[in-house]
């Protein structure tokens, strides 16, 4: 199946493609091309980098056009600073909102004597009957880099605890989101991706 | 929990692992791709392919080993060794790696931190630092040398000034290698690696000295590092990833078993 995923200069697509690909997927990048975007069979938002990056979502017009291909039920997956733009915006950049399809702030990992950004492989507590990670189990480890994090809520398909809790992960009909990285995350990333290629569109409630 | 990161070093001349002790008498320790694929497999949290080839062909051989490595590797994946610009860490980028590590470029123009950063995100920055204590100071670990090339030539900058300025830069992790430890596999320098992963926000990850299971949890306790790098006792089967966890698990270090 075909995969569009977002470049919005927003660091290095290089691992996510890779991962897409060697799942089989076949690729199509845009960077401003609406095209791409509305005959989307699946789109893949990644980003390492600043919030403030989403800015070029707005100004390319990509943004209302996955917010139409989002209405039509086209299966969605935010990476890292890509689930974070599903929120209302970040404490990151202020100025910039984000999409807003799940309610709430992103924001930065309090200060104190543990280090930030959190870096490293921290372990899932899945909360929902999550499609996105299906086959995971409680504990299973993935791999995360960020200084901010987004709110737990009742969207939040698994949780992982530093200093804080916060959402790892966020699934709502066809709308999903990993704060952490699924391509560099082993076999239970691939296991997340594999989901997200076989997500059946007819069983979307949305 | 977030887990002590385990992460095994690749050294790489001309296309192939090789083993030697400081870079001397380099013996064939294997293809990277089959090296870094059996390591990730094994339970290694990260993957550091360090290019010890200094020739300019050497470059073009190392971006197709990065290619190869990176196709079939799903862990992060460090490259380090020869990236003096922008340039080049976009390629090795393009090449598939996630994170680069840059060292004397570093020193010599501290703005390429900032350069990469800007570009490819923080967390991609690592920034290597070889340091030796002075014998000479009253604090002979806070007052560490700073060293490139192999630990031959001092910097003048001191180990936890120059940690601080990369930080603050836009360094997203410290590769911290003791020259006192490195080769010997006595154990890391806790006392250094504490000192700088004290003084800095970002994660450090030590290295030099690893011999036994024993240096990994000193290191992570004493030393307070949040990584620690494995070369020698990986190769030729020495000890594996899964072995040396299954050993720190038993020891209370919070680690990532292998499925």
């Keep these: ?206 | 929990m977030l887990t002590k990161r385990i992460i095994a070093c690749l050294d790489v001349h001309d296309g192939r692992v090789v083993k030697g002790v400081q870079f001397i008498d380099l013996v064939d320790a294997g293809d990277p791709a089959t090296q870094a694929g059996r390591h990730a497999r094994e339970g290694a949290d990260e993957i550091v392919l360090l290019d010890i080839t200094a020739t300019h062909e050497g470059r073009k051989t190392l971006l197709d080993t990065v290619r190869r490595t990176a196709r079939e590797l799903f862990v992060p994946f460090t490259v380090g060794g020869g990236i003096r610009s922008s340039r080049d860490a976009e390629q090795v980028f393009e090449a598939g790696a996630d994170k680069v590590s840059i060292n004397s470029a570093a020193l010599a123009d501290p703005a390429l931190i900032e350069a990469i950063g800007r570009s490819f995100g923080a967390q991609a920055v690592v920034v290597a630092i070889d340091a030796r204590r002075d014998p000479t100071s009253s604090d002979p670990v806070r007052d560490a040398h700073v060293f490139v090339q192999g630990g031959r030539k001092p910097t003048g900058r001191k180990v936890v000034e120059w940690a601080r300025e990369a930080e603050a830069r836009g360094a997203g992790e410290i590769l911290l290698t003791s020259m006192d430890a490195d080769g010997t596999r006595a154990g890391f320098d806790c006392e250094l690696t504490a000192v700088v992963s004290e003084a800095v926000k970002i994660p450090v990850i030590a290295s030099g000295g690893a011999g036994t299971v024993t240096h990994f949890c000193d290191v992570f306790s004493r030393g307070k590092a949040d990584a620690a790098l494995a070369a020698s006792i990986f190769h030729f089967g020495v000890s594996s990833a899964r072995s040396l966890k299954e050993q720190l698990a038993s020891a209370g270090v919070p680690v990532r078993l292998p499925c």
């Design chain 1, 1 to 206: 199946m075909r995969v569009t995923v977002i470049d919005y200069k927003a660091g290095n697509l290089t691992s996510v493609i890779k991962a897409l690909h060697h799942l089989g997927a076949e690729i199509e990048v845009t960077d401003g091309n609406l095209h791409p975007i509305d005959r989307a069979e699946r789109i893949v938002l990644p980003g390492v980098g600043h919030f403030s990056a989403t800015q070029r979502l707005d100004a390319t017009g990509m943004t209302p056009a996955i917010r139409a291909a989002i209405a039509r039920g086209v299966p969605f997956l935010g990476i890292c600073v890509g689930m974070q733009w599903l929120y209302a915006g970040s404490a990151e950049a202020p100025g910039q909102p984000g999409l807003g399809h799940f309610g709430g702030q992103c924001t930065r990992f309090s200060e104190g004597s543990e280090k930030v950004p959190h870096v490293g492989w921290n372990s899932l507590e899945t909360r929902t009957n999550s499609r996105l990670l299906a086959g995971v189990e409680q504990g299973e480890y993935v791999y995360f880099t960020h200084s901010y994090k987004a709110p737990v809520s009742e969207a939040t398909a698994a949780a992982s605890h530093y200093i804080e809790p916060f959402a790892a992960a966020v699934e709502r009909g066809n709308v999903m989101g990993t704060q952490f990285h699924p391509e560099k995350s082993g076999e239970t990333g691939l296991k997340i991706l594999r989901n997200f290629l076989a997500w059946d569109t007819k069983r979307s409630s949305c």
